[in-house]
């Protein structure tokens, strides 16, 4: 399912520069059911790449106590997917660079502590 989003996330990029203003063709305009269907599918989307990209539990936390599924939220969960899906880009490309790397030496030396 997140690789539908994924996969949206990327393409609306890939479109952005061919807009030119008023699109109402976003996913919103099905009405209020299709919104709920959406937020849910986004947030399954987003609490799995939270996991792929170890993120805190204290900005999980706060994320999903602030959005609980408003119209007016839609731009944070949209932003939210983009930055993990970055996040995920860029772990794969760089590696087993979590920032919870065990091999880490700065993570290494504040454990000792």
Known sequence: MFHYFILQVLELESNEGKSNGEDNSGPVQGG?????????????????????????????TQFYLLFRGDRADQIYIEVEVRRLVWLQQHFAEVGDASPGAVDDPAVSLISRY
């Open 32 to 60: 209020p059911d299709s919104w709920d269907r959406l937020f849910k599918e986004q947030m399954q989307c987003i609490i799995h790449l939270w996991d792929q990209c170890h993120v805190s539990i204290i900005h999980r």
